[in-house]
Every structure is written in structure tokens, then in C-alpha cells.
């Protein structure tokens, strides 16, 4: 490597064409948004409790209310 302690580099900037960088790499990436259910599974139950309550049948009964 080549000691520059003593030399001073000027910048450049073109005035036609591309002007090339480096990419930030302190930036964050970011991830594609997840997809998430607009129902939860416990609303959709009690969506079909409340529909089945309407119509008059009895809601199926699960082993702890036996």
C-alpha cells in the first residue's frame, strides 16, 4: 500500500454521463410485508356459535363441557 499521509485526493464529480456509488450498506433491508388473516380463528368460532345460536341448533359440545 501506498502512503497518501502527505498527498490530498480531490473528488471528482462527472458533468455527463452515470454517476456510479456504493450502495449504502448501513441501511436496513427490508423483507417482503407478511400476510396475516383479517379473521382470527377465535372470531371465525364465534362467528359460527353466533350462527348456529341464530338458527337454533345446538353448538357441538367439546369434552371439558361433558
Known sequence: ???TSGKKITMVLPTQGPLY???NLKAPVLCKPKILPLKSAALLQQ???AKQA????APPQTAHQQ
Open 54 to 57: 341464530q338458527r337454533g341448533v
Open 21 to 23: 456509488s456504493k450502495p
Open 47 to 49: 362467528e359460527e356459535l
Open 1 to 3: 500500500m501506498a502512503d
